[in-house]
C-alpha cells in the first residue's frame, strides 16, 4: 500500500454492534461444497494463498448456505456466485489480523497504537472469541463472494479480494460518481458492485460498507444493519 491510499477513514464503520444479544439458535454448520445447485463455485481464498489452518472448502450456518444459492438464482443466465470465504477458524483470523497490523505499522510508522489498531479494525476484525461478541467470520453467518460470468470470469469490480484500501468500500464509486465523471472501467466496477449488493441484499444479507464482498446474516453485524433486536449466531465450531 503506498501512503497516498491511505487506510482513511480509519473509525470502524459499525458502532455498538457489540451490544447487541445474541440468542444462539444452534444451526449447524454445513460445506458449501457438499451443496450441489450449479450455481455457486467455492474457492477458499485462505486455503489458495497457503494460510496454516485455512479450509479447502467454505462452511456456513445451514439458512445462510440456503440464502446463498438464492442469491445466486437472482443472478444473469449462466453466471454464478463464487464463494471466497465463510466460517474461519482462530488460527486464520489471528494470522489475518497480525499480518494486516504488521503491515500497517510498517507503512505508517508515525501511527499511534490506537490509530493502529482502528485503521486495522476496518478490514480486518480482532479474533475476539467473547461469546458476548464474536468475530463475525467466527459465527457462520459471514461470507465473502463475488460473482462469475457465463465464461467463467470474475466480474471486476475495482479491487482484488482483501486490498484494504479506500477503494474497497461499497460505496467507492458511487460516491466518486457524485463529484466527477468516471471512466469507463470505473462504470462498470459501479454495476458489478450493485449487482452484488442486489442479489445479496434481496436475498436476506447485509454488506459491510467497507468491503465490497463481505456479507453477513444472522449475526450481530447483520443485526445492528437490519435494526433486528437480536442476533441468532454467535460464536460457533466446526465439529470435526
Ligand atoms: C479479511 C476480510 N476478508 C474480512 O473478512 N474482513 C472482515 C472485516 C473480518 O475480518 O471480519
Ligand atoms: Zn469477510
Not at 482513511?8 to 449447524?28: C, G, S, T
Not at 460445506?31 to 485462505?46: A, C, E, F, H, R
Not at 443466465?77 to 494470522?95: E, H, T
Request: net charge negative; glycine share 4%; with cysteine.
Amino acid at each position: 500500500m503506498n501512503r497516498n491510499d491511505n487506510p482513511l477513514p480509519h473509525v470502524h464503520p459499525l458502532q455498538d454492534w457489540k451490544k447487541i444479544p445474541i440468542h444462539e439458535n444452534k444451526e449447524e454448520l454445513v460445506s458449501m461444497q457438499s451443496i450441489d445447485s450449479g450455481l455457486l463455485l467455492v474457492k477458499p481464498q485462505y486455503h489458495e494463498k497457503g494460510i496454516v489452518g485455512a479450509l479447502n472448502d467454505c462452511y456456513v450456518r445451514r439458512e445462510v448456505a440456503i440464502m446463498l444459492v438464492e442469491a445466486a438464482r437472482k443472478l444473469p443466465n449462466g453466471y454464478k456466485l463464487m464463494i471466497w470465504d465463510g466460517w474461519r477458524p482462530f488460527s486464520v483470523q489471528s494470522q489475518l489480523y497480525d499480518a494486516y497490523v504488521n503491515q500497517l505499522s510498517n507503512d505508517f510508522p508515525e501511527f499511534s497504537e490506537e490509530r493502529l489498531i482502528e485503521s486495522a479494525r476496518q478490514f480486518v476484525s480482532y479474533p475476539n472469541e467473547d461469546e458476548e461478541s464474536p468475530a463475525p467470520h467466527f459465527t457462520g453467518g459471514a461470507v465473502d463472494v463475488t460473482i462469475v460470468d457465463s465464461n467463467g470470469d470474475q466480474l471486476q469490480m475495482g479491487t482484488e479480494f482483501d486490498e484494504f484500501t479506500n477503494s474497497a468500500w461499497t460505496k467507492f464509486y458511487e460516491e466518486k460518481n457524485n463529484t466527477e465523471d468516471l471512466t469507463e472501467d470505473e462504470e462498470t466496477f459501479m454495476k458489478n458492485r450493485r449487482l452484488l449488493q442486489h442479489v445479496m441484499t434481496t436475498s436476506g444479507f447485509t454488506n459491510y460498507p467497507a468491503e465490497w464482498w463481505h456479507f453477513d446474516h444472522g449475526n450481530q453485524w447483520w443485526a445492528k444493519q437490519s435494526n433486528e433486536p437480536v442476533a441468532k449466531y454467535g460464536l460457533v465450531k466446526l465439529e470435526t
